[in-house]
């Protein structure tokens, strides 16, 4: 089984200062891992996505985030927060292992609210 | 711009009264899932489709059904609506999991 915690509901940091939200995941095999964040009345929208290769991923909007398999981790992390950053920020896992059933699907922690604070 | 499309974005309906609401994707993709939002922010996986005539309900229990006869279309249905199905539901559609998800916008139902 596949499964992904976000261990913050809420994560406030001021302006210009970096920020991170946390991800931790398990999986049997190896992980597809997504970060999105949702804007207010809106759908999720991609920001960055590990697959292989390179541990550190940039995506969109300045964002980064570093895949770390010892500690099955994917933390998202910006080195300067704006006001228009604040939003949910979801992360997401597929396990590559998973030939079963739900293979085709990914599973979503519950979710980080970020505000920046100006 | 997005590519999947999700109708009406906000909806207010009287308890009992039927509902549709549409989701479409121009993209081709197989696979389509539906998750409901509740307030505290989590997604909850109510269907989901692999493809044509393809449909499985999802963790979520949930009261609504969904049809897929195109590619494209995969609209979910209320017969009834009750104030306990007050919330966003959110649309997505992938043509493999590595490459994630694509959602729509969503749409608010609000039951009274």
């Known amino acids: 089984a596949q499964s992904v915690a976000q261990p913050e509901d809420q994560v406030n940091v001021a302006e210009g200062n970096p920020l991170t939200v946390k991800c931790t995941y398990s999986?049997?095999?190896?992980?597809?891992l997504f970060w999105y964040v949702q804007y207010p009345n809106r759908g999720l929208q991609f920001l960055l996505k590990y697959i292989t290769g390179d541990n550190l991923v940039k995506g969109s909007y300045g964002f980064e985030a570093e895949f770390n398999k010892s500690q099955t981790s994917f933390h998202l992390k910006k080195p300067s927060a704006l006001v228009s950053d604040s939003a949910l920020y979801f992360c997401a896992v597929r396990d590559m292992g998973n030939s079963g059933a739900g293979s085709y699907q990914l599973t979503f922690g519950k979710g980080t609210k970020l505000s920046v604070i100006p | 711009e997005a590519d999947i499309y999700q109708t009406p974005r906000y909806l207010v309906i009287g308890t009992g009264k039927k509902i549709t609401l549409e989701c479409s994707q121009t993209m081709g993709h197989d696979k389509m899932y539906w998750y409901q939002q509740d307030p505290g922010m989590e997604l909850h996986l109510i269907h989901y489709s692999y493809g044509v005539n393809s449909t499985e309900k999802g963790d979520l229990s949930s009261e609504s059904t969904v049809s897929r006869i195109r590619t494209e279309h995969f609209p979910l249905t209320l017969e009834s609506a009750r104030p306990s199905h007050t919330s966003q539901y959110l649309c997505?559609?992938?043509?493999?999991?590595?490459?994630?998800?694509?959602f729509g916008s969503g749409t608010r139902l609000t039951v009274v």
């Open positions: 997505a559609s992938s043509e493999w999991a590595g490459y994630g998800y694509t």
């Open positions: 999986v049997s095999g190896n992980p597809y």
